[in-house]
């Protein structure tokens, strides 16, 4: 079982009323729960835990993990309102503005975390879960807790505007990438984390040296690019699509390369940063497939494993 542990929200989407009117249409979302989906429809095993509202949008949101194929036996279900997330559209490119003071996800603690679990094949976190505390200082528990039972992959999404304490915030990320075996980035993630105008090689080699041995950077329609701790870097071009929204995207790609390392027995080589050539490039050119699709169409919808070419 793939294990993802993080946030779960509504995104408000812009749209239009029946009679023509600006309005904004609630989608359920959040980058964990986007990951925990695509790991569902694709056909791995994965089971999510996070705090879920018990309000209408609460049930939505597990309901469509449901619907998904995603176990929610590990899911708590405080009397808290859910975070919301309000869109903003730009040449298909997404801004956020979270509403989340007091919710049912920010303010998960230690206390709601699920007990030690055997079968692990690896687990997930990521988000705006890992922005402020308590329920970020929780996720970061529970994955320094679980070091060693599991391979563990993070992307941190980088969201510095959201975070109430840029430092904490940058502290707690690191020692996240120090429990971590891989990280993925996109391009402004590294950036932000390795600052200033040197070669991406060297600002990768700086994430690794934390320790993972694993990096995957995304970089939009330049496609994704994979560095090993043993020196390998592997690229792939991203696949050609008619994009109407980034929304998920990232996602995505998250779900498509767990699955392709479960599916191949890959995963405890991935945390090892042991992958060959091959095995690498068909991971990154699989998860780049199925993000693909989820550009393709409004909103965080990942693609079913029955959508894909044969």
Same mark, same amino acid.
């Given at each position: 079982?793939?294990?993802?542990?993080?946030?779960?929200?509504?995104?408000?989407?812009?749209?239009?009323?029946?009679?023509?009117?600006?309005?904004?249409?609630?989608?359920?979302?959040?980058?964990?729960?986007?990951?925990?989906?695509?790991?569902?429809?694709?056909?791995?095993?994965?089971?999510?835990?996070?705090?879920?509202?018990?309000?209408?949008?609460?049930?939505?949101?597990?309901?469509?993990?449901?619907? %998904?194929?995603?176990?929610?036996?590990?899911?708590?279900?405080?009397?808290?309102?859910?975070?919301?997330?309000?869109?903003?559209?730009?040449?298909?490119?997404?801004?956020? %503005?979270?509403?989340?003071? +007091?919710?049912?996800?920010?303010?998960?603690?230690?206390?709601?975390?699920?007990?030690?679990?055997?079968?692990?094949?690896?687990?997930?976190?990521?988000?705006?879960?890992?922005?402020?505390?308590?329920?970020?200082?929780?996720?970061?528990?529970?994955?320094?807790?679980?070091?060693?039972?599991?391979?563990?992959?993070?992307?941190?999404?980088?969201?510095?505007?959201?975070?109430?304490?840029?430092?904490?915030?940058?502290?707690?990320?690191?020692?996240?990438?120090?429990?971590?075996?891989?990280?993925?980035?996109?391009?402004?993630?590294?950036?932000?984390?390795?600052?200033?105008?040197?070669?991406?090689?060297?600002?990768?080699?700086?994430?690794?040296?934390?320790?993972?041995?694993?990096?995957?950077?995304?970089?939009?329609?330049?496609?994704?690019?994979?560095?090993?701790?043993?020196?390998?870097?592997?690229?792939?071009?991203?696949?050609?699509?008619?994009?109407?929204?980034?929304?998920?995207?990232?996602?995505?790609? +998250?779900?498509?390369?767990?699955?392709?390392?479960?599916?191949?027995?890959?995963?405890?080589?991935?945390?090892?940063?042991?992958?060959?050539?091959?095995?690498?490039?068909?991971?990154?050119?699989?998860?780049?497939?199925?993000?693909?699709?989820?550009?393709?169409?409004?909103?965080?919808?990942?693609?079913?494993? %029955?959508?894909?070419?044969?």
């Amino acid at each position: 079982m793939i294990l993802c542990s993080g946030e779960a929200l509504i995104d408000m989407l812009p749209g239009q009323t029946a009679d023509g009117a600006l309005a904004h249409v609630p989608h359920c979302g959040g980058a964990v729960f986007n990951t925990a989906i695509g790991l569902g429809r694709l056909g791995a095993p994965v089971s999510f835990f996070s705090a879920i509202s018990t309000d209408g949008f609460g049930d939505m949101l597990r309901q469509a993990l449901e619907a %998904s194929d995603v176990d929610t036996s590990l899911v708590v279900r405080p009397d808290r309102l859910t975070t919301l997330a309000m869109v903003h559209l730009k040449d298909g490119h997404a801004n956020y %503005s979270f509403y989340d003071e +007091n919710s049912a996800g920010a303010m998960l603690t230690s206390e709601d975390l699920p007990p030690l679990l055997p079968h692990l094949d690896a687990l997930f976190f990521g988000g705006i879960s890992l922005c402020n505390a308590p329920a970020a200082d929780s996720y970061l528990a529970f994955a320094e807790r679980v070091k060693g039972q599991a391979p563990i992959m993070i992307d941190p999404n980088v969201r510095p505007g959201f975070a109430k304490d840029e430092t904490a915030y940058r502290n707690r990320l690191t020692r996240f990438l120090g429990v971590a075996q891989i990280v993925k980035l996109s391009d402004e993630d590294l950036n932000w984390f390795v600052p200033g105008d040197i070669p991406l090689e060297d600002k990768a080699n700086r994430i690794l040296e934390h320790g993972p041995s694993l990096l995957l950077l995304t970089k939009g329609s330049e496609g994704a690019v994979a560095f090993q701790r043993n020196g390998d870097t592997i690229s792939v071009a991203a696949q050609k699509a008619d994009v109407i929204d980034t929304v998920g995207a990232g996602d995505t790609f +998250n779900s498509g390369f767990l699955t392709a390392l479960h599916e191949r027995s890959l995963i405890p080589s991935a945390a090892k940063g042991a992958l060959s050539g091959t095995d690498l490039t068909d991971c990154l050119s699989f998860a780049a497939q199925v993000a693909a699709i989820t550009v393709s169409r409004k909103g965080a919808n990942p693609p079913w494993r %029955s959508e894909l070419p044969n």
